[in-house]
């Protein structure tokens, strides 16, 4: 992979803010902070869906690929639609699971598998501060 210290370098720092305001909602419980991470994770699963959906459109020589293409082009809207409409702790839940969904189809068509393994430990990441925010959520912190 070119650049290869400067894209993990991108994409670790795009953790950061998901340790910080996870660890942050155990501190204050008010709706900012998982407003915040919530929108924040709106719009990295939004980067992912449209890299995700640039992928598939290289390989869309694969059969059955139309409808994973309509899925992750449409990912984003639905999940703007939950952002406005749905309660934080099932929104983030969702988010949740769509980034393993992410994470599985990268790994189904991604080559590069320095960038999948590094995808792979960012997911769990991710996925392990969306848990802690909803412990926070439903637990009375520290």
């Known amino acids: 992979m070119k650049h290869s210290s400067l894209v993990k370098v991108l994409c670790y720092s795009g953790v950061i803010p998901f340790y910080i305001l996870s660890i942050l909602s155990f501190f204050y419980k008010n709706f900012f902070i998982f407003d915040l991470f919530s929108i924040y994770s709106l719009v990295i699963l939004s980067f992912l869906s449209g890299s995700t959906w640039l992928e598939l459109i290289i390989y869309e020589k694969e059969p059955n690929i139309k409808l994973l ?10 999940l703007i639609i939950f952002e ?3 309660q934080a702790q099932i ?3 969702i988010f949740g699971i769509c980034y393993f969904g992410i994470y599985l189809i990268d790994q189904k068509f991604l080559k590069n598998l320095e960038y999948i393994r590094i995808r792979k430990n960012l997911t769990i990441q ?7 925010v909803l412990i926070s959520i439903y637990t009375n912190g520290f």
């Not at 293409?69 to 809207?77: C, R, S």
């Open 126 to 132: 991710v996925i392990l501060c969306h848990i802690l």
């Open 91 to 93: 929104k983030i839940f």
């Open 69 to 78: 293409i309509i899925t992750v082009v449409l990912t984003p809207i639905i």
């Open 84 to 86: 406005i409409f749905i």
